[in-house]
């Protein structure tokens, strides 16, 4: 069975770093593309990253340059490291599997980690 | 960047009633589109990617279509377990999402 399960969130005063974390179970990280999406408390979704299987990383243009997605093969868990923070990256922030078939299309979600950037 | 808007914002309904939800494009995407579903405080489930095809596991009365810069979702028969907030998702140029339509009882 798939699984997501992402942790690392919390209360963080702005200008501070935070990281995510993903572990995966039940399929191998490395073989996906996956990204991270978060969502503003009574908020619409934005796409923030992306990995690809081969290690080709995207960014929304708001967090580019603050923000750096990886992952640990050993671990099989993906990371989300958030520099720089703002009060604007407050959010829930989920991890997401693509699609074989479609990578930019998000077949499995973790049930999200709250991230609220705030003195 | 590509902006998608969705109509109606809110959409009151009743059990059984047939549902559309429109999605526009600000470019052209081609067929690259999807439609997710999202309840209070869970995560999105994806319903059709590539603007048309269900994904396993998703009832056959969900359909999309539409190409290029329009789209739709059509629930045709609604239930009980959808009333909840959609949202459009355009893949043809990195990722964007619609502002979600939130589907409520009438």
């Known amino acids: 069975e798939v699984q997501l399960v992402e942790s690392g969130g919390g209360l963080i005063q702005p200008g501070g770093s935070l990281r995510l974390s993903c572990v995966a179970s039940?399929?191998?990280?490395?073989?996906?593309?996956m990204s991270w999406v978060r969502q503003a408390p009574g908020k619409g979704l934005e796409w923030v990253s992306i990995i690809y299987g081969g290690g080709v990383t995207y960014y929304a243009d708001s967090v580019k340059g603050r923000f750096t997605i990886s992952r640990d093969n050993s671990k099989n868990t993906l990371y989300l490291q958030m520099n720089s923070l703002r009060a604007e990256d407050t959010a829930v922030y989920y991890c997401a599997r693509g699609r074989t078939s479609s990578g930019w299309v998000f077949d499995y979600w973790g049930q999200g980690t709250l991230v609220t950037v705030s003195s | 960047d590509i902006q998608m808007t969705q109509s109606p914002s809110t959409l009151s309904a009743s059990v059984g009633d047939r549902v559309t939800i429109t999605c526009r494009a600000s470019q052209r995407v081609n067929s690259w589109l999807a439609w997710y579903q999202q309840k209070p405080g869970k995560a999105p489930k994806l319903l059709i990617y590539q603007a048309s095809s269900l994904e396993s596991g998703v009832p056959s009365r969900f359909s999309g279509s539409g190409s290029g810069t329009e789209f739709t979702l059509t629930i045709s028969s609604l239930q009980p377990d959808d009333f909840a907030t959609y949202y459009c998702q355009q893949y043809n140029s990195y990722s964007t999402f619609g502002q979600g339509t939130k589907v409520e009882i009438k």
């Open positions: 039940g399929f191998i990280v490395s073989s996906y593309y």
